[in-house]
């Protein structure tokens, strides 16, 4: 069973910074990517930013956030920076990952951790 936890999310004012981390654990075989989609309220989710071969972002981050991966740690951050109220969104940590040697890919989802940017 795998699970990922995030952590990080608060409230912020405009222009403000705030870095959220997602954790991998459980029994994990091979991670191939991690990254972040948020849902704000009345929309659909979108992806924010992925790791896979190199790293890509959502055109209305770029410039502002930054992904990394720590893979001896089996987590992923996301520093957002210049944080505007439109980044006000529940955001969820996702991980296309294989548990067993022998076995299928699943994707899994984290709980989701509030950012509220707001004077």
């Known amino acids: 069973q795998v699970q990922l936890v995030e952590s990080g999310g608060g409230l912020v004012q405009p222009g403000g910074s705030l870095r959220l981390s997602c954790v991998a654990s459980g029994t994990i075989f091979s991670i191939y990517n991690m990254g972040w989609y948020r849902q704000a309220p009345g929309k659909q989710r979108e992806l924010v930013a992925a790791?896979?071969?190199?790293?890509n972002y959502a055109a209305a981050v770029k410039g502002r956030f930054t992904l990394s991966r720590d893979n001896a740690k089996n987590t992923v951050y996301l520093q957002m920076n210049s944080l505007k109220p439109e980044d006000t969104a529940v955001y969820y940590c996702?991980?296309?990952?294989?548990?067993?040697?022998?076995?299928?890919?699943?994707?899994?989802w984290g709980q989701g951790t509030q950012v509220t940017v707001s004077s």
């Open positions: 996702y991980g296309d990952i294989k548990g067993q040697a022998v076995g299928p890919r699943n994707v899994y």
């Open positions: 790791i896979t071969s190199d790293i």
